[in-house]
């Protein structure tokens, strides 16, 4: 038997009685001021809408019984309890950090179609900015600064959504923290909200929207899958 | 470890008891898209996969268990400075070990993977 | 305009299972626990694009994401292209990590300066040998799967 890993929680809730995809029993594990909530499963889940969703309505379970909680990546899973902490015993500092964050909060989607380039640009395009850039830098004693400076404007305007700007007035008292994806012509948006505050939120949305003709999908509330790393 | 996961339909199961899961998802709800963003693209990553091969056969499957970390949140050293007033700052109780990263990379070939 | 496809189960239900947990579970603030997804109209190609954006993601995930093969016919390209690859891997991830420092405030000046003009070096060093073994900067973006995401 292998342990499946489905989300790391604060401290001192137990999960009684909750199953896993294959049925299992769920248990959990503590490590550090963490726990990780595992399930002892025969192979890893294959990535089937079943087992998908199962997972998901098991995270959500578990978020409903804790404060904080992490979801862990679908598949996850290790070969025995000791690598198992070997990872978390690693990790536990950043863990816990992150629970904190996300503690009494939930996760808010916004889907917006949007060619805008990614800051992750192909590096082609990234080299001859950063030719052009060199060519540009003025002072050779910090032209080192100056470069990290350049390429910190460049991640900055890649966290940037102009769609979502006439949007933003209306969330803004309620978006605790935000994390944007673009891949594949959408821009994927997630806020981290008060747990409370999901309706609320997404009627502002959908207010903001319609008043400013912005076209747009907004989902949740999701346990925090977009902000459980930190990177 | 199935090597050609892909996502299939699910068949038809007999109806099984229902759980504290299904009370509050049911299968209907939530949008394929969010489930598979937020669990295959998202959440906790504690462990990588590589597959090595050569002239299109994969001989090597390497299960990697990463430690990938900001060295100033595990080294000591001269960021211990800065680690002391974010921790005053913090009152966090944990004790910082001098632990380096580390991966461990275990080389199992695939036929011998699940015995379990 | 906005369509609404709201959860099927009423939370009475979700009430009702709760009788059996444990106690501690009366204290937690009552979260909402049905998923809305509602799609303030979008077009039908824009509904597409969200589609094809998930069979993009499992497409993605499906396979075992970090996979090398080393092509016999032009061995020298293959194992450039994974080396450098690697290189431009932690490249990224060095530039990811300075910046955050330099944003905390906890590089000094000099500091700063030595790691910038480390990284613009390491790059120029990147696209230089890349050239010279034919791979164009496009090569370096193998998929590395969740570990990837650092990037």
Redesign the interface.
């Known amino acids: 038997m292998i342990l499946c890993v489905y989300a790391l929680v604060s401290s001192s809730r137990p999960v009684q009685r909750l199953t896993g995809v294959a049925g299992e029993r769920l248990r959990a594990i503590p490590v550090d001021g963490v726990l990780a909530v595992i399930g002892d499963v025969r192979r890893r889940p294959a990535a089937s809408t079943r087992n998908l969703r199962q997972y998901a309505a098991v995270v959500e379970s578990i978020a409903g019984r804790v404060s904080g909680i992490l979801p862990v990546r679908f598949g996850t899973t290790f070969d025995d309890v000791s690598e198992l902490m070997l990872v978390l015993r690693s990790r536990s500092a950043t863990m816990r950090q992150r629970l904190r964050a996300v503690r009494g909060r939930t996760q808010m989607t916004i889907r917006l179609v949007s060619e805008s380039e990614s800051g992750d640009a192909s590096c082609a395009s990234q080299t001859r900015a950063a030719g052009r850039a060199r060519v540009r830098l003025e002072h050779k004693a910090t032209q080192g600064t100056q470069y990290l400076q350049q390429r910190l404007a460049v991640l900055r305007t890649a966290r940037e959504v102009p769609e979502l700007a006439p949007i933003r007035p209306a969330i803004r008292r309620l978006v605790k923290d935000e994390r944007v994806e673009r891949r594949g012509g959408v821009a994927t948006v997630h806020h981290l909200i008060p747990r409370a505050m999901a309706e609320r939120y997404r009627a502002a949305v959908e207010r903001a929207a319609a008043e400013s003709g912005v076209r747009l999908s907004v989902s949740g509330p999701f346990a925090p899958y977009a902000f459980a790393d930190n990177w | 470890?199935?090597?050609?996961?892909?996502?299939?339909?699910?068949p038809p199961?007999p109806p099984?008891r229902r759980?504290?899961?299904?009370?509050?998802?049911?299968?209907?709800?939530?949008?394929?898209?969010?489930?598979?963003?937020?669990?295959?693209?998202?959440?906790?990553?504690?462990?990588?996969?590589?597959?090595?091969?050569?002239?299109?056969v994969?001989l090597i499957?390497a299960r990697?268990?990463?430690?990938?970390?900001?060295?100033?949140?595990?080294l000591p050293g001269e960021?211990a400075e800065?680690m002391e007033r974010h921790r005053a700052r913090h009152k966090?109780r944990?004790r910082l070990r001098g632990?380096k990263?580390?991966a461990?990379v275990r080389q199992v070939p695939r036929r011998h993977r699940?015995r379990? | 305009m906005a369509k609404k496809q709201s959860g099927k189960k009423p939370p009475r239900r979700a009430r009702a299972a709760s009788a059996t947990l444990t106690s501690a579970r009366r204290e937690m603030p009552k979260a909402k626990k049905r998923i809305v997804a509602s799609s303030a109209g979008l077009t039908v190609s824009e509904l597409a694009k969200l589609d094809d954006l998930r069979r993009e993601l499992e497409r993605t995930s499906a396979s075992s994401p970090l996979r090398w093969n080393a092509d016999p016919d032009d061995a020298q390209r293959s194992v450039a292209q994974l080396v450098l690859t690697l290189v431009e891997f932690i490249r990224k991830l060095l530039e990811r990590q300075a910046i955050r420092r330099m944003e905390a405030g906890t590089l000094t000046d000099p500091q700063t300066e030595d790691i910038g003009r480390a990284l613009m070096k390491l790059e120029q060093t990147v696209v230089d040998i890349a050239a010279r073994f034919g791979v164009v900067p496009e090569d370096l973006n193998l998929d590395l799967g969740p570990v990837g995401k650092l990037m």
Do not use: C, W
């Not at chain 2, 759980?19 to 959440?43: C, H, M, Q, R, Y």
């Not at chain 2, 990697?64 to 595990?74: G, I, K, N, Y």
């Open positions: 470890m199935s090597p050609n996961r892909s996502i299939r339909p699910s199961k099984r759980t504290e899961a299904d009370e509050i998802l049911g299968p209907e709800d939530a949008s394929l898209l969010d489930i598979v963003d937020n669990l295959l693209n998202k959440g906790v990553v504690l462990t990588g996969d590589l597959t090595i091969g050569l002239a299109q994969e499957y990697l268990s990463l430690l990938l970390s900001a060295a100033d949140r595990v960021h800065f966090l944990g632990a990263p580390t461990t699940s379990s």
